[in-house]
């Protein structure tokens, strides 16, 4: 009997449970190298690629596991006649839920995962498994056989790796491929929650934020066998979601500082430009002026914010703004311009009429109380902001010496190379 787990039961604590088979017992040597297949109604191609897989790997040091997501045909049943774990989704939850629960059962210090519909080479494997001895993260590109991915999936895999590039800084040729190692620790780390097609992007952004060292192994890609799950438009736009929306604890600095510096600068330009007489905005204009100052400097500490917190408690590297940021002489200098800030709104603000000492004429007019108030007010966010950066500076050395430098190889940047297999330039 095959050993089998169903996903979907829930226990009194309201956590998924697990019925493990012999796969799982007490005492059995752990595999150095666990492969993950997700299969959704593949009945069709998970014979080929198991039957393949199994003539190039040693059952000694591996483990197959297919985690059937609901399939309503026969996959469940073909992966019975192989000598892998099957883990059984009650419904069909996505191609991220699947590696996952994959995940929560494997037990080799290496992962690979394979997709079940025979387009991936599975003679591919031992060459990532041994690419993975000098490399964190493993990707098979697909070198050749891109007649068979349709015009519009390549579309998309061209936007998202452009996307990728700009937003993240990844300089890898496929990012979205289904055929990928990397080692478990980092990924139990990365605490991946996609549930469908948006995973690899996840896992893609978090490693280049983790500054895993990235390798890459040229593969033929194949036609698929069996019907296509993917749906180019919708999936598409479940990807693009996750792009995106990992920008708010992965790249803050594009999402929010170099906005709100950008911001800032603007509006304390046009003020300049007021204060020497170029502009004479009044009023609403005035207004707007200022708010466009306060949210900038906001925005931008808000960035700030939230990339220390990703690297406290989302194990990512700080970029090089954060990292200018935490630097001595910077929060000096904040709290060097809060303070001249304050003066200065202080000795604009005694020149308004009404609010000038006895004796002193009101040589400003009522405008300039606002920029009286705009400058208070960013003396006193400056100063916090200084003092904000001293505290983390001190919490951030440990927690990086803990997490990303003992991962990544003692904090070395990110780096992309291409493994060349023996034997050509693809599988």
Avoid at 121 to 139: D, F, Q, T
Avoid at 205 to 212: H, N, S
Avoid at 325 to 339: E, N, P, T
Wanted: hydrophobic share 45%; glycine share 12%; with cysteine.
């Amino acid at each position: 009997m095959r050993p089998t787990s169903v996903i979907g039961q829930t226990g009194d604590n309201g956590h998924s449970t697990f019925a493990l088979g012999s796969s799982g017992l007490p005492g059995q040597a752990a595999p150095l190298t666990s492969i993950i297949v997700p299969a959704y109604n593949e009945e069709a191609g998970l014979p080929l690629v198991l039957e393949r897989l199994f003539q190039v790997i040693d059952l000694s040091s591996c483990e197959v596991i297919v985690v059937d997501d609901g399939s309503t045909d026969g996959t469940a049943t073909a992966a019975g006649r192989f000598p892998c774990h099957t883990v059984r989704h009650p419904v069909n939850r996505g191609k991220g839920a699947a590696v996952r629960s994959g995940l929560e059962v494997a037990r080799g210090d290496n992962v690979i995962v394979i997709d079940a519909d025979a387009t991936y080479p599975p003679e591919a494997i031992p060459h990532l498994v041994r690419a993975l001895r000098e490399g964190e993260l493993v990707l098979a590109t697909r070198a050749r056989g891109r007649e068979h991915i349709p015009l519009f999936n390549r579309l998309g895999n061209a936007l998202f790796r452009a996307l990728l590039r700009l937003l993240y800084g990844s300089r890898l040729c496929d990012p979205l491929t289904g055929l990928y190692g990397c080692r478990r620790s980092l990924l139990n780390a990365m605490q991946l929650q996609a549930n469908g097609f948006g995973l690899e992007a996840e896992i893609i952004i978090k490693g280049t934020r983790m500054a895993l060292r990235t390798l890459e192994v040229p593969v033929h890609y194949g036609p698929r066998i069996g019907q296509a799950k993917l749906n180019g438009l919708r999936d598409g736009f479940y990807i693009l979601q996750t792009v995106l929306r990992m920008l708010v604890l992965y790249n803050p600095t594009v999402l929010f500082m170099l906005p709100g510096t950008a911001l800032l600068g603007l509006g304390a330009s046009l003020l300049s430009l007021h204060l020497g007489g170029v502009l004479a905005p009044a009023g609403t204009g005035l207004v707007l002026l200022t708010a466009l100052c306060l949210a900038g400097l906001q925005a931008s500490v808000f960035g700030l914010s939230l990339n220390l917190y990703g690297a406290v408690h989302r194990f990512t590297r700080p970029d090089w703004v954060t990292r200018a940021c935490l630097r001595a002489r910077v929060s000096r200098g904040l709290a060097l311009a809060g303070l001249l800030a304050l003066a200065s709104g202080v000795a604009l603000g005694a020149l308004v009429p009404g609010l000038q000492p006895p004796g002193l004429p009101g040589l400003a007019g009522p405008e300039h109380l606002f920029l009286s108030l705009l400058l208070a007010v960013l003396s006193l966010q400056l100063f916090f902001s200084a003092i904000y950066l001293t505290a983390f500076r001190a919490e951030l050395r440990p927690a990086q010496e803990t997490s990303v430098a003992a991962w990544s190889g003692q904090g070395q940047p990110v780096a992309v190379a291409s493994y060349r297999p023996p034997g050509g330039e693809g599988l």
